[in-house]
C-alpha cells in the first residue's frame, strides 16, 4: 500500500472510476481530493478512540460504490509478515449478508463544498485492528455521509458511463447500494490535523 499523510492532496488515480452493477461510470473530478487513511509500514500514524458507531458507518460506506477498482489486492504492512512463504492472505470482513474484501478499491466521502476524502478500502482495517484515528473533519463527514451522492452533482452529466462489454450508456444505476439515515455533510473543510497520538509498531 502506497503511503499519503492525512489530508495530503489526492493524486493517487488522476479520474474517478465509479463500479455499478454491469458497468462503470469514468470523469475527471473538478473536486478537490484529500488523502485519508493510507497507512504504510514503517510510516507512523495517529492512533486514538474513534466515536461508538463509526466502525459500522465506515463499513456501509466500503459495502456501497467501489471506487477505482483494481484488479489485485494491496495487503495491510502493518500487520506481522506471514511465517510461512505463499501468496499473502487477502482481509474480509463480513457485512450483512455480504462478504467484503478489503485493499482493492477505495471510498469516497464528501466533506465540504467543493472538496472529498479519498481512502481506501483498508481504512477499516487500521481503525479496527491497528487503532488508527483519523482526522477530525473525516470522522464527521463519515457519519454524515449522504450515499446518494454518485447520481447527484459530484459526477459532471458528460461522465463517460459504459457497460461491462465497453458499449456506452445513457443513464446507469448509480443509486446506493445501501441507503443510511443521515444529514448531508456540510461546511466541514479540513482546519485541523486529528487528534490522538502517533504509532509506529
Known amino acids: 500500500m502506497a503511503h499519503f499523510a492525512d489530508l495530503s492532496v489526492y493524486t493517487y488515480h488522476p479520474e474517478e472510476i465509479i463500479g455499478f452493477p454491469g458497468g462503470a461510470t469514468s470523469y475527471q473530478p473538478s473536486y478537490e481530493r484529500l488523502n ?3 497507512l504504510d509500514a514503517p510510516h507512523e ?3 486514538g478512540i474513534v466515536p461508538d458507531g463509526f466502525a459500522d458507518a465506515l463499513l456501509d ?3 456501497g460504490r467501489r471506487i477505482n477498482q483494481m484488479r489485485g489486492f494491496h495487503v495491510c504492512t ?3 509478515a506471514p511465517t510461512s512463504p505463499g ?3 487477502t482481509l474480509d470482513v463480513k457485512h450483512r449478508s455480504r462478504t467484503l474484501y478489503l485493499g482493492s478499491s477505495e471510498i469516497r466521502v464528501p466533506s465540504g463544498p467543493g472538496t472529498m476524502f479519498a481512502a481506501p478500502t483498508l481504512i477499516w482495517h487500521y481503525v479496527t485492528a491497528h487503532g ?3 482526522p477530525d473533519a473525516f470522522v464527521r463527514a463519515v457519519h454524515a455521509y449522504d450515499p446518494e451522492w454518485t447520481s447527484g452533482p459530484w459526477v459532471p452529466a458528460d461522465a463517460d458511463r459504459r457497460d461491462s462489454r465497453g458499449n456506452p450508456l445513457v443513464s ?6 445501501f441507503a443510511r439515515t443521515g444529514t448531508p455533510a456540510l461546511n466541514l473543510r479540513p482546519g485541523s490535523g486529528a487528534t490522538g497520538n502517533r504509532s509506529r509498531r
Open 36 to 38: 485519508v487513511g493510507w
Open 45 to 47: 500514524w495517529e492512533t
Open 61 to 63: 460506506i466500503i459495502a
Open 78 to 80: 502493518l500487520c506481522p
Open 87 to 89: 501468496r499473502p492472505r
Open 132 to 134: 488508527y484515528r483519523p
Open 172 to 177: 446507469p444505476d448509480l443509486r446506493p447500494l
